[in-house]
Nanobody, 121 residues
């Protein structure tokens, strides 16, 4: 069984920084990509950043230059370094992984439980 476990959320003042972590565990054969999404109250979930198995990255325009996604392949972990945080970054942040478990031969999407990030003005 595959699980994604997030950590690192919390309350921070505007201009501050936070680092989110997401570790994928279980019987994993291959990871195609990992990413972060966020959902603010009353809004749809949106992509924040994604990193592929080739280390190519993609960011939402609203976070470019402030957020950095990275990964540790050996640990099946992805990180989101968030700098210069703004109140509009406040949301629940969800980790996503597109991966192939060992007992199947196709990629599946998995989600973490979400971690709250609150930025005060």
């Amino acid at each position: 069984q595959v699980q994604l476990v997030e950590s690192g959320g919390g309350l921070v003042q505007a201009g501050g920084s936070l680092r989110l972590s997401c570790a994928a565990s279980g019987t994993i054969f291959s990871i195609n990509a990992m990413g972060w999404y966020r959902q603010a109250p009353g809004k749809q979930r949106q992509l924040v950043a994604i990193i592929s198995f080739r280390d190519s990255t993609n960011y939402a325009d609203s976070v470019k230059g402030r957020f950095t996604i990275s990964r540790d392949t050996a640990k099946n972990t992805t990180y989101l370094q968030m700098n210069s945080l703004k109140p509009e970054d406040t949301a629940v942040y969800y980790c996503n992984a597109r991966l192939m478990p060992t007992n199947v031969r196709y990629f599946l999407n998995y989600w973490g439980q979400g971690t709250q990030v609150t930025v005060s003005s």
